[in-house]
């Protein structure tokens, strides 16, 4: 069974301050990664995903993740937060060939002050 | 890319009455969806899957007869919260599978149940 495990409930930052959302999984057989980010009293948006090839995976909204298989982690950074970044964030694993089944971690919140 | 809209967005009901939410995948054919539950705070938790014509597969620990989900066609599932009591009371997210990408879901907005 897959598990996902992101290490920080809440993270602060200032405006313009780099930031890294940390997030590590636990599965037996390869996996899809995902990084969603979920706006108060609304849905899931995709920000990116890992698949397979390059480990360093860009998305939308200046976003990147590096996908780190002997570590087993999938770490969100942005080199430069902006206030409408203020939002849920969930990392998500799919174990290859299983159904696409998502597990998602605990989320972390991303607060940006002025 | 692909979108799933969920109605109502948002629902208040008195407790012991039904509930249905609808999840519609509206650009694409979805053979199968999912049906999360988000509590304030929470990450998401898969409550079931459903397969076109089927029936929906649970997760442990959910009642079969107290959310009936049912998937009549390839574009709509449907959610009931039947006899709603205020700890149903959560945030309902629907997701659908992209048939031309296996591993993508798209989400859907969601809808707030309110159990009074």
């Known amino acids: 069974a897959q598990s996902v495990t992101q290490l920080d409930s809440q993270v602060p930052v200032f405006e313009e301050a780099p930031v890294e959302l940390r997030c590590n999984y636990s599965?037996?057989?390869?996996?899809?990664l995902f990084w969603y980010v979920q706006y108060p009293n609304q849905g899931l948006q995709l920000l990116l995903k890992?698949?397979?090839?390059?480990?360093l995976v860009k998305g939308i909204n200046g976003f990147e993740a590096e996908f780190n298989k002997s570590q087993t982690s999938f770490h969100l950074r942005k080199p430069s937060v902006h206030i409408s970044d203020t939002a849920e964030y969930f990392c998500?694993?799919?174990?290859?060939?299983?159904?696409?089944?998502?597990?998602f971690g605990g989320g972390t919140r991303l607060m940006v002050k002025p | 890319g692909a979108v799933v809209s969920q109605h109502p967005s948002w629902v208040i009901c008195k407790s012991g009455t039904s509930v249905k939410i609808e999840c519609r995948s509206l650009?694409?054919?979805?053979?199968?969806m999912f049906w999360y539950r988000q509590f304030p705070k929470q990450s998401l938790m898969l409550m079931a899957t459903?397969?076109?014509?089927?029936?929906?597969?649970?997760e442990q620990g959910v009642e079969k007869d107290k959310f009936l989900i049912n998937h009549a066609s390839l574009t709509l599932s449907t959610l009931t919260v039947t006899s709603a009591h205020p700890e149903d009371s959560s945030f309902y997210i629907c997701?659908?599978?992209?048939?031309?990408?296996?591993?993508?879901?798209?989400f859907g907005p969601g809808t707030r149940l309110t159990v009074t």
């Open positions: 459903s397969n076109e014509g089927s029936k929906a597969t649970y």
């Open positions: 997701s659908a599978r992209d048939p031309s990408a296996s591993y993508e879901q798209y």
């Open positions: 599965s037996s057989v390869s996996v899809y």
């Open positions: 650009d694409f054919q979805a053979t199968t």
């Open positions: 890992y698949l397979s090839g390059s480990t």
């Open positions: 998500a694993v799919s174990e290859r060939n299983a159904g696409n089944m998502l597990t």
